[in-house]
């Protein structure tokens, strides 16, 4: 697909009124868009950070009156099911509305560690009630002594995460 790129010589408010903007992405490919100039990237990267940012405004405002329409009657549902947590349904004029309270569980880990001691010394196995995950912090890792990392060495791997990208104007 031919695209108008705009002279690098014009001035930047100019450049960019006959080329691609962040709505035109999904027609283009994947090169063409690679091969469009930093300066046009970066102002489509600052578009897409702008309506991400908008996006996520308006998500939180609907989310906010579907609360207030319906947090009241999903609330007493779930109480009549004797329920604290959990996905409950309602109508409202033949909409169905599910609503789900996740429940949130989180462990005390030093008291975790202490009954798996206790079930240890007791002469069972904690595995067989527990799961045993060992971490260590990358940060703490990297400042430790170089013979300290060296014993742990073999038991690390490192992979890495998909690339990301950010483009600014120099002058930032």
């Known amino acids: 697909m031919a695209m108008p790129f705009p002279s690098t010589d014009a001035p930047t408010e100019a450049r960019f009124d006959n080329v691609p903007k962040f709505d035109d992405l999904d027609r283009l490919s994947i090169g063409d868009i690679a091969d469009m100039p930093p300066d046009l990237l970066l102002?489509?990267?600052?578009?897409?950070?702008?309506?991400?940012?908008?996006?996520?405004?308006?998500?939180d405002r609907f989310e906010a009156a579907l609360a207030q329409r319906y947090g009241a009657a999903t609330e007493a549902e779930r109480s009549?099911?004797?329920?604290?947590?959990?996905?409950?349904?309602?109508?409202?004029?033949?909409?169905?509305?599910?609503a789900d309270l996740p429940k949130k569980v989180t462990w005390d880990q030093?008291?975790?560690?202490?009954?798996?001691?206790r079930i240890t010394a007791s002469g069972d196995d904690p595995t067989e009630y527990l799961e045993i995950a060992y971490r260590?912090?990358?940060?703490?890792?990297?400042?430790?002594?170089?013979?300290?990392r060296d014993g742990f060495a073999s038991a690390r791997s490192e992979t890495t995460g998909k690339p990301a990208f950010r483009l600014e104007a120099r002058d930032r």
């Open 43 to 59: 102002a489509l990267q600052e578009a897409a950070a702008t309506e991400t940012a908008r996006v996520k405004r308006l998500k």
């Open 80 to 98: 009549a099911q004797g329920k604290t947590s959990g996905t409950v349904r309602i109508e409202d004029t033949g909409v169905v509305v599910i």
């Open 110 to 117: 030093d008291r975790l560690a202490s009954m798996a001691a």
């Open 136 to 148: 260590v912090p990358e940060r703490r890792f990297t400042a430790w002594p170089e013979a300290m």
